[in-house]
């Protein structure tokens, strides 16, 4: 399903988000594509077009999440609410360590897992941009 998302309230979620995508925190300016405001929750599933329910992410991010507004912890098996940005605070599900997002929470893992935050693909994306200084780390390090 297609909604219109006005020009003011797409700029409202790029410049809350400072340009990095709300769920893996890619800068836009480095990435290939220009990232999307996601519905946090799916029109499907009642969400509004609102800057209450949008969130700037990558088109990887997009991708893999979908509609989806809950997924396993691979840990526990159990069903959990992905990780949610106007809801929760990024540094209390997860760890940005050089290459990896580690998760902290059942959240944290069933979003990180269904995002595929550490493919090869994207460590390697990330440890290219941290050597080529296109990116600085704003999380805690380890």
Same mark, same amino acid.
């Given at each position: 399903?297609?909604?219109?998302?006005?020009?003011e309230?797409?700029?409202?979620?790029?410049?809350?988000?400072? !340009?990095?995508?709300?769920?893996?925190?890619?800068? +836009? $300016?480095?990435?290939?594509? $220009?990232? +999307? =405001?996601?519905?946090?929750? !799916?029109?499907?599933?009642?969400?509004?077009? *609102? =800057? #209450?329910?949008? =969130?700037? @992410?990558?088109?990887?991010? *997009?991708?893999?999440?979908?509609?989806?507004? =809950? @997924?396993? #912890?691979? +840990?526990t !098996?159990?069903?959990?609410?992905?990780?949610?940005?106007?809801?929760?605070?990024?540094?209390?599900?997860?760890?940005? $360590?050089?290459?990896h997002?580690?998760?902290?929470?059942?959240?944290?893992r069933?979003?990180?897992?269904?995002?595929?935050?550490?493919?090869? *693909?994207?460590?390697?994306?990330?440890?290219?941009?941290?050597?080529?200084?296109?990116?600085?780390?704003?999380?805690?390090?380890?």
């Amino acid at each position: 399903m297609s909604v219109y998302i006005s020009k003011e309230l797409r700029r409202l979620v790029h410049g809350r988000a400072g !340009g990095c995508c709300e769920y893996c925190l890619i800068p +836009e $300016t480095a990435a290939f594509s $220009t990232f +999307e =405001a996601d519905h946090i929750i !799916g029109l499907k599933h009642g969400g509004a077009t *609102n =800057a #209450d329910n949008l =969130a700037l @992410s990558c088109s990887i991010c *997009n991708k893999y999440k979908g509609s989806d507004i =809950a @997924s396993i #912890d691979p +840990e526990t !098996g159990e069903i959990v609410k992905l990780y949610h940005p106007r809801i929760n605070q990024w540094n209390d599900h997860f760890i940005l $360590t050089r290459t990896h997002i580690v998760p902290l929470t059942p959240s944290g893992r069933a979003t990180a897992r269904l995002l595929q935050f550490n493919t090869l *693909n994207r460590i390697r994306e990330r440890e290219l941009l941290v050597n080529a200084c296109l990116i600085e780390l704003p999380i805690i390090l380890k």
